[in-house]
């Protein structure tokens, strides 16, 4: 990321801190729900250690992999051979979102989730951790192969893993496994497949389902990308979080809302 990149993103941050409401400022009675029981339960729970100590054994990782990177890789200028631990600190979700699909997946009781986006599967471990089967793709085969053996050493069976471009990959993933409850788009992080992957889900997922967007905000393609979702016909309430976007797809919705929550 170049240091341009990264002070507009922190400009963009701080407007959103400093504009961004909490639950009081929540008039949905289902989101404001969300926001108590959810956004807000930070506290460290017991079932997430195993994942946090996975994290830390590979932010100590001196072993090297060759990537395949099929997204938007060259923001970040990565080469084609990285370190672990560089992989883990840049590119893993940072523990409080890991941690915040936990207790989504149990919020919501989400029994499948679909995810774009496997790198060292740090995320995957925790929705799976949270009893959900999680069906992920990740484009590069030797992040996969890692992942892999991260979720071996976990214990975690109810991973479904499939190795490919999502262009290729997804609509026969989606064909293939239960509707989705949950869909998680991290990865490419371009406008244009970034709302192609969101409408070809849409057929697929179950009502009152969600989709999670990474970095709404980290270049102003994304931003058009979750304008797009935000006024989709489908999506009946938003909630932006900045580094995270979520769309709620439910019926039982009546009217459009929009909400900038502090997290």
Known sequence: MSIRHQAALAK?????YMTAGNRHDVHSPFVYGLVEEVLNKKAFRPEYGPVEQLRARLLQSSDVVEVTDLGAGSLTGASNTRRVRDIARHAAKPAKFGQLFYRLVQYLDAKNVLELGTSL??????MASAGATVHTIEGCPNIAALAKSNFSALGLENVRQHTGNFDNELLGVLQNMPNPDIVYIDGNHREEPTVRYFEESLAFLRPNSIVIFDDVHWT???????????????????IDLFFIGIAFVSPDFKAKQHFTIKF
């Open 12 to 16: 963009k941050y701080i407007r959103y």
């Open 121 to 126: 599967g740090l995320s995957t471990a925790y």
């Open 220 to 238: 102003e393609g994304m931003e058009r990308a979750w304008e797009t979702v935000k006024s989709h016909p489908s999506v009946t309430t938003t």
